[in-house]
């Protein structure tokens, strides 16, 4: 509901409350005041009525002693017999007796005898009964009232008053008693006169007089006894009207005992009321204030809530629209009000919010701009991320199927690995043993489970034989240098035997290069070296048994040739020289096989020094001169003199040439050229030997490197030739890091070449050399 | 050919043959022979003779030793540490070679290479060259 509704209702409702409760409040304190007021008002009554009543009676009884003493009344009444009749009785005159209120006046005299009535009738009757009473009482010289008499004999209720008459004499004798008759009705019309019930109740509790009968003999009836009782409790001031409440009824007495000279007859004057009704009057003001405050307060309240208005709600309802405006965004309104009290002021601060809220509000909207770019952004990489993560599970799904099948290679190689006969070993990049296959436990003699996570090439295991350096340079070759290493190693298996492996091992890399792994391949070769040392023992016998006795030939026979055991004829000569030549071939052959033997071992002996090429090839012709002369040949020899010196080993250089040149030589004839050059070219020098000899057939030049071999062409007439010396030369060529080729035509010559690199020849640890 | 005075040369060879051979050469160069077929052999010679031999022809491989014991048994001798040795053998690898040489012998030479008459020729050359140091 709207706040000036509240207001006014609130401050209606309050001023009306107010009103009540102030009215009620005023009702209750000045009920009491009302109800005494009440109580006094009717207690003025009855006392009032009571005075009226007694003043009344009063009159009466002053009236009746003045009649009494009015001469008439007293001549009646002294000329008693001197009258009997009518016409000579006075009259009386009851010109001042008021004769409404007198049912009756009698004169009596002495003998009571009835001297006149206003009842004619009455004239010379005998007084009887309560009259003859209240005459002896009269005659007793006493004004005398009685009560209220109502009987039979009385059916209408009479005070009747008497008061003795005096003669004119001195002593004033009585001379009579005049009797009157009050009417009681005049006061019961007494009663009627007053507004309020009231009732006269004699001290038996009869009521004698009242002007609502009814009503307050039904209710007396039930009270009086209360009534009385009360009555008969109060000793003091019984002239004292008084209030009882009972049964919500107000009731005022007032028992009457005298009222001056009067003597009364303890009459109760009475007097009831409703509380009700004595209120009435009260409370009909009280409503009537009552309304005039309700309309006053209405009319203070629409006022107030008027002003109210003004002053507060008006503003508080501005602020309320402004700030319904607000909630609906428009931040834009500001308030206008320029009270300058407190709803003044928060309308400033108000007014000051907006302002920094419609700041707030525009620097929020940035915010939410940047921050929504922002999501917008995360959010659309969040979609690249997950179009990504599609493509990666498809990518995924994919790699899993490659990976099975890979699995399923892996196994093979897994297989080949496990099942092989070279001891295999695995080895961290740290060369701690990951894997160890079947072969390396059976070689070694230690399981997987003793090997693995052991480093390799320890004692504890079946390395750790060789000298340190060695196994630096070992580690330095495939750790630092990430080449493979090969070699021999010397090992022990867990029995303690000491074997020979020939060793292979190698670095594995990632793609960055880094060792990831290293993969170690052994050969026991323990057996082949066995064998190999007993093919060099061979040699080294054969060497020696097959020489000695060549050598025993071969000096036996040259002293023969010399004449040493006496001068040979001609023909023993020619014999011993056959022998001597058969002899020296043999000798070549020894030697060749056991070159051949030697080179094949690997176990040459490579020698290299600064060489001059060109010199040595010189050297070497120089020692086939000989040959030389006896074939006529013609031998050129053309020397680069820039060549620079190359590092070689001497001897089997020398072999190789000395090879090409005796085949030039040889195959060749008579009186044939062989030329040779050697010249540099790039990285490498190429010395060319040629000739104009018979030539390699085309069909046999794939074999022309092989052992024993010998040409067709020139075997028939050239028997002598081991067809060894060219694979000799190939071999030391070779390991040279050389090379050695060919072209040749049958009928037109053959030339070699062979080139060997600038840098030289790697030298080799060896164990023999040739010829040796 | 050169001709010798009175040269005396050991010659230690367990191939009877070749040792024949070489000992029948040397004298028709007229040098003076020791022959000997073991290396304990001629060790006991050695300290028998008054005069040690100008020369020792020495084969490598003997029964009882190999030349490199033999040289140190000779070392061991200051007046035999002095005798030329010219170790003449069948085999003859770098080592073997080296080893010898260092030992202090002359030459080292291959039987199959060379004649008799060349070796004997090697010997003299030393063996004259050497009597003239001394003759100085």
Not at chain 1, 413 to 440: C, K, P, R, W
Not at chain 1, 667 to 691: C, H, N, R, T
């Amino acid at each position: 509901m709207k706040l000036s509704w509240k207001v006014t209702s609130a401050v209606v409702i309050s001023s009306i409350l107010t009103m009540l409760v102030v009215t009620t409040l005023v009702f209750f304190l000045s009920r009491n005041a009302l109800e005494t007021a009440a109580r006094a008002n009717r207690a003025e009554t009855v006392s009032q009525t009571a005075d009226k009543v007694n003043r009344f009676l009063y009159e009466r009884y002053i009236d009746l002693a003045t009649f009494a003493e009015r001469p008439s009344v007293i001549y009646s009444l002294e000329a008693p017999t001197q009258a009997s009749t009518s016409a000579l009785v006075p009259k009386l005159d009851y010109a001042n007796m008021k004769m409404e209120y007198w049912d009756k006046i009698m004169s009596v005299n002495t003998q009571g005898k009835i001297v006149d009535s206003s009842r004619k009738q009455d004239r010379g009757q005998q007084l009887i009964g309560v009259d003859q009473q209240v005459f002896d009482q009269a005659m007793a010289g006493v004004l005398i009232t009685t009560d209220l008499i109502h009987n039979e004999d009385w059916p209408t209720p009479t005070l009747i008053f008497a008061s003795p008459v005096r003669g004119s004499g001195t002593n004033r004798p009585i001379v009579g008693v005049v009797i009157a008759y009050f009417s009681w009705q005049n006061v019961v019309e007494v009663l009627e006169g007053v507004l309020s019930p009231m009732a006269i109740f004699d001290q038996q509790g009869q009521i004698i007089a009242a002007n609502n009968a009814e009503q307050i003999n039904t209710h007396i009836q039930e009270h009086h006894q209360q009534i009385f009782q009360k009555i008969s409790q109060q000793t003091n001031d019984r002239n004292q009207a008084n209030s009882l409440i009972i049964d919500s009824t107000m009731v005022t007495y007032i028992s009457q005992l005298g009222y001056l000279d009067y003597k009364g007859n303890n009459w109760i004057f009475f007097s009831e009321i409703s509380n009700q009704l004595a209120m009435d009057p009260a409370v009909q003001n009280a409503v009537r204030v009552g309304m005039a405050m309700i309309l006053v307060f209405v009319v203070v309240a629409i006022l107030t809530s008027y002003v109210f208005r003004q002053i507060i709600t008006k503003p508080v309802e501005q602020l309320s629209q402004s700030v319904t405006k607000i909630t609906q965004g428009q931040l834009s309104t500001r308030i206008s009000l320029t009270s300058k009290d407190e709803i003044g002021r928060l309308a400033d601060a108000f007014n000051k919010m907006l302002d920094k809220l419609e700041q707030t509000q525009q620097s929020v909207e940035h915010q939410v701009e940047d921050k929504t770019k922002e999501v917008m952004l995360q959010k659309s990489n969040l979609d690249n991320q997950q179009k990504a993560l599609l493509n990666i599970l498809e990518d995924v799904e994919e790699e899993k199927e490659v990976t099975k099948a890979l699995a399923t290679d892996l196994q093979k190689f897994q297989l080949a690995v496990a099942n092989s006969s070279e001891h295999m070993i695995i080895t961290d990049a740290e060369g701690l043993i990951v894997y160890a296959n079947q072969a390396a436990s059976k070689i070694t003699g230690f399981s997987a489970e003793e090997m693995i996570g052991q480093k390799v090439g320890t004692a504890k295991l079946w390395g750790g034989q060789m000298s340190k350096a060695f196994y630096e340079k070992l580690w330095q070759t495939v750790k630092v240098k990430k080449q493979t290493f090969a070699g021999e190693i010397n090992n022990h298996r867990k029995n303690g035997e000491k074997y020979i492996a020939e060793a292979s091992i190698s670095p594995i890399l990632d793609a960055k290069g880094k060792v990831t792994y290293f993969v170690a391949i052994e050969r026991d070769v323990t057996h082949a070296k066995e064998v190999d040392r007993m093919k060099t023992e061979f040699i080294s016998l054969a060497s020696h048994q097959l020489r000695t006795p060549l050598s025993a030939m071969k000096w036996f026979l040259e002293m023969l040739l010399n004449n040493d055991a006496g001068k040979l004829n001609k023909q023993q000569h020619e014999f011993v020289q056959n022998i001597d030549t058969s002899n020296e071939r043999m000798i070549a052959l020894v030697n060749s096989l056991l070159n051949i033997s030697r080179i094949e071992s690997g176990r040459i002996i490579i020698d290299p020094h600064p060489t001059d090429l060109c010199k040595l090839i010189q050297e070497v012709a120089a020692e086939l001169k000989q040959k030389m002369v006896e074939k006529k040949t013609k031998f050129v020899l053309s020397c680069n003199n820039r060549l620079p010196l190359i590092k070689l080993d001497q001897k089997l250089i020398r072999e190789v040439f000395k090879n090409l040149l005796t085949n030039a030589i040889k195959y060749s004839p008579p009186g044939s050229e062989v030329i040779v050059l050697v010249s540099s070219k790039g990285q490498e020098v190429i010395a060319q030997v040629s000739d104009t000899g018979y030539g390699i057939p085309e069909a046999e030049q794939g074999k022309v490197f092989e052992r024993f071999f010998r040409a067709t062409n020139v075997v028939k007439f050239e028997t002598d030739g081991t067809g060894l010396g060219l694979y000799l030369a190939k071999a030391i060529v070779e390991s040279s890091k050389g090379k050695i080729w060919f072209k040749s035509q049958v009928g037109k010559g053959t030339t070699f070449w062979v080139s060997l690199p600038l840098s030289g020849s790697p030298g080799k640890k060896g164990e023999v050399s040739l010829d040796s | 050919m050169v001709q010798a005075h009175s040269f005396t040369v050991m010659v230690l060879e367990d191939e009877a043959l070749l040792l024949q051979a070489i000992t029948k050469k040397l004298q028709l160069n007229q040098l003076q022979t020791i022959s000997c077929t073991q290396g304990k052999q001629a060790i006991d010679y050695l300290r028998e003779l008054e005069n040690p031999p100008d020369a020792i022809w020495l084969d490598y491989y003997l029964k009882d030793m190999d030349g490199l014991n033999f040289m140190n048994e000779l070392k061991k001798n200051k007046v035999w540490a002095k005798i030329p040795v010219f170790v003449v053998s069948n085999s003859a690898d770098d080592e073997k070679v080296h080893s010898m040489l260092a030992l202090g012998a002359k030459r080292y030479l291959l039987k199959a290479q060379y004649r008799l008459e060349d070796i004997i020729e090697i010997v003299l050359k030393t063996l004259s060259s050497k009597s003239f140091d001394k003759k100085v």
